[in-house]
């Protein structure tokens, strides 16, 4: 038995899928500790947009450290906060016409969203919030109330408080008008449903399977919430810093959310570190009303400020929809003919690969992961019963490095769907 076996908790997940011990890491590319090169498409759930050691960014750190950088300050201005905030402001609020105030939650994604919460309810003073059919939004009671996968909700021990769910535009309704139906819970006043304080959206459900939705649904979703006073929420942890091919995912359908969650590749380089951006006039809350002792993770700043440098001067958004380009036509031509119940989706550099259609049970997915696996490639699963094979590569990824990914994808799925 191994010491993970033996002495980590049952509760360790992504280890399972990937059973082997890494060491090192560069780029798009992992390697174990007998030196086994693993293609990553997975990048750190998203948290390595900007690829594994990134050497600009690790250069911006080691001066730092060399330098005797602070590292632990709580919320106390330093340099290192100074320079990322006016970075933040200049070269990615500012050029979008945003304007948000910034917090630091505690430094995961799932503190972004308790704050998010927190916020709209103290604001609105109502207790609801809704949330969507497949959402995924984290695990502390509060974020887990609205995410919506019964299996870790079954976990809390204790009731899920303040969020009602609507249906999502896919699967079952996919041709519904859950807008009209949102309006509908909100208007009559025998729904059962109080107003809420906020709706909370992912525009591409990550873990829910890669749905995304169109820009027309999403401008509803906003005029939905102009028109009866809710605030909206992007949930952009998993999708947001460059991930859709923009910085921010729901700017290719015009529309300013009240309120923003970012983590994950914020941090730049895997370091946690977490956003919630605001529009002004929210920002009600008092001192330390809000408190943690890890809300300025300084080295994390110092990435982060680096990370943006290497998002202007290597045009990354720009190269993400080039790969989107070669992503789409590889699947085309050698994943879809595999089988015609194979579906596709995603945005940018998030893409699932859908074997509902072929295998409900998810059993063929985790099949072709693993043999993708024993062949040098890193790919997750999500969605209903894990039925998506999830593409999720670094964005600095080439068209090499990603054809020969996909190539992996569709010699196993070859091999497991053809036996
Ligand atoms: C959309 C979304 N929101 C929130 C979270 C929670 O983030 P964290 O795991 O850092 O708590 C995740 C994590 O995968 C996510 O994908």
């Known amino acids: 038995m191994s010491i993970f076996e033996q002495v980590e908790s049952e509760v360790r997940s992504y280890c399972r899928a990937f059973p082997v011990v890494f060491d090192r890491s560069a780029g798009c590319y992992m390697y174990d500790e007998n030196g086994k090169e693993y293609l990553d498409f997975f990048a750190g759930a998203g948290a390595l947009n900007y690829g594994h050691n990134n050497p600009y960014i690790i250069g911006k750190m080691t001066e730092y450290l060399q330098h005797g950088g602070i590292l632990h300050a709580l919320d106390m201005h330093t340099k290192a906060k100074r320079t990322f905030l006016e970075d933040f402001e200049n070269k990615i ?81 996919k041709s519904f008008d859950t807008i009209g139906y949102i309006e509908n819970v909100i208007t009559d006043d025998h729904s059962g449903s109080e107003l809420p304080a906020a709706i909370v959206v992912e525009t591409v459900q990550a873990e829910g399977g890669i749905i995304p939705v169109d820009v027309e649904w999403l401008r509803r979703l906003r005029e939905l919430c102009d028109r009866h006073d809710i605030l909206l929420i992007v949930d952009d942890i998993q999708i947001g810093c460059g991930r859709t091919g923009e910085f921010f995912s729901f700017e290719k359908a015009g529309i300013v959310p009240d309120m923003v969650t970012l983590s994950k590749s914020i941090g730049g380089i895997g370091l946690p570190m977490s956003l919630l951006l605001m529009k002004p006039e929210l920002d009600i809350w008092g001192p330390a009303e809000h408190n943690g002792t890890f809300r300025g993770n300084q080295l994390a700043f110092v990435a982060a400020d680096a990370a943006l440098d290497v998002l202007e001067n290597t045009d990354l958004l720009s190269h993400v929809k080039d790969m989107e380009r070669v992503l789409v036509n590889h699947v085309e031509k050698n994943i879809l003919p595999i089988d015609p119940r194979i579906e596709y989706r995603g945005r940018g550099l998030i893409y699932g690969i859908d074997f509902t259609a072929l295998d409900p049970s998810g059993a063929a997915a985790a099949k072709i992961s693993r043999k993708c696996f024993e062949k040098g490639l890193i790919i997750e699963r999500c969605g209903r019963n894990d039925t998506v094979l999830k593409i999720l590569p670094p964005l600095v990824i080439t068209a090499e490095e990603l054809t020969h990914g996909l190539d992996i994808i569709a010699e196993s799925a070859k091999e497991v769907l053809k036996g």
């Open 93 to 173: 609020l500012k050029p979008r016409g945003l304007d948000y105030k910034v917090m630091f939650p505690a430094p995961t994604g799932t503190n972004a969203i308790e704050s998010a919460f927190k916020l709209a309810r103290k604001v609105k003073g109502r207790q609801t919030i809704f949330a969507f059919q497949g959402a995924f939004h984290g695990m502390s009671l509060g974020a887990l109330a609205a995410t919506s996968h019964a299996y870790p909700r079954a976990a809390s021990g204790t009731p899920l408080l303040g969020i009602t769910f609507m249906p999502f535009p896919y699967g079952f309704n």
